[in-house]
């Protein structure tokens, strides 16, 4: 079985500070690890993903994520927050059953001016 | 710049009528998925489908949901009769088979069950 959970279901940071969002993913299998983001009344898009080519996974809008297996980590990171990035973002895994994933809770990122 | 399209965007029904949700899939991908998305629960995997084949609705409640792909352009996910702790936004995604292939979302259903 797989599983991730999202520490946090709420983050708040001011406009220009870091952005960290935490996962961590429970998986018998090697884990493919995903981050997606949803703004209000759309759908969720894909940030980035990682599949075991590198450790660090860059992905759109400035944010990129460190995949630590010692640490069952996939932490997500952005140097500077920005107020179009107040969203919420979910963790997800697959590898058990084809590209199905299993999401984490979510967490709700809020940018203060 | 391919997407999943899914109709309604919003549907407001009284309890006990049945729902139907549409969704087109992008053109190629092979593996479908139903989620629902509600505050309580999060994300929830309703109905997995490959190559139009049903790979897993252990999530779907049996009794009033069904999911159906009657062909590759359309996915199609029922609820008769309606409850109102039905009422959740419900999502399509579709993509290719493969553990690294992502997920492409549509932009959801908002199904409010009076």
């Known amino acids: 079985a797989q599983s991730v959970t999202q520490l946090g279901s709420h983050v708040s940071v001011s406009e220009g500070a870091l952005v960290l969002l935490r996962c961590n993913y429970s998986s018998s299998v090697p884990p493919y690890l995903f981050w997606y983001v949803q703004y209000p009344n759309q759908g969720l898009q894909l940030l980035l993903k990682?599949?075991?080519?590198?450790?660090l996974v860059k992905g759109i809008n400035g944010f990129e994520a460190e995949f630590k297996k010692s640490e069952t980590s996939f932490h997500l990171t952005k140097p500077s927050a920005h107020m179009r990035d107040a969203a919420e973002y979910f963790c997800a895994v697959s590898g058990n059953a084809g590209n199905m994933l299993t999401f984490g809770g979510g967490t709700r990122l809020m940018v203060k001016p | 710049d391919a997407r999943v399209t899914q109709t309604p965007r919003h549907k407001v029904t009284e309890m006990g009528q049945e729902v139907t949700m549409r969704c087109q899939p992008i053109l190629g991908h092979n593996t479908v998925f139903w989620y629902r998305q509600t505050m309580m629960q999060g994300l929830e995997l309703l109905a997995y489908?490959?190559?139009?084949?049903?790979?897993?609705d252990s999530g779907m409640p049996k009794d009033r949901f069904s999911a159906e792909m009657p062909d590759a352009t359309l996915a199609t996910l029922k609820i008769q009769p309606s409850e109102p702790r039905d009422s959740a936004v419900y999502f399509c995604a579709s993509g290719f088979e493969g553990l690294d292939s992502p997920l492409h979302f549509g932009n959801g259903t908002r199904l409010t069950v009076t």
């Open positions: 990682y599949t075991s080519a590198a450790t």
């Open positions: 489908f490959r190559n139009r084949a049903p790979l897993d």
